[in-house]
């Protein structure tokens, strides 16, 4: 069930955003094992004035290539399996030529299973 919303500065032609897109699905479906089916993304592009963020932090220097990864999923997996996702994407995307390392941006959230509906008005995932 993972939502993945991913930010970045507007101008990147579509072929582009496939490959960000494909990498990430990618990802989640090696590192997390969820089903390749199991596929929803939202892709916000922002105008430079939108568009802000320091140009380093933590040793890492930023480029206007940075992309800002926020994904959703439930709550549970190991943080070696987060922390495993996290270089499965960067490695995914600096291989699809997209971005250098330094310019992913992930941050994970995770939310109980009665907080979700595939739609019908159920909570397809509770217990």
Known sequence: MPLVKISLLAGRPAAEKDAISNAIQDGLVKALGVPTEDFFQ???????ESFRHTNGFLGL???????????????????TMKKELIQQINTNLVNAAVVVPDDVFIMIYEIGRASL?????EAQRAL
Do not use: H
Not at 61 to 79: K, M, Q, V
Not at 117 to 121: D, N, Y
């Open 61 to 79: 220097r930023y480029s206007d290539r940075l992309l800002i990864l926020e994904i959703t999923f439930l709550e549970g997996r190991a943080d």
């Open 117 to 121: 509906s595939f739609g019908a008005g």
């Open 42 to 48: 939202l892709i916000n592009e922002y105008e430079p």
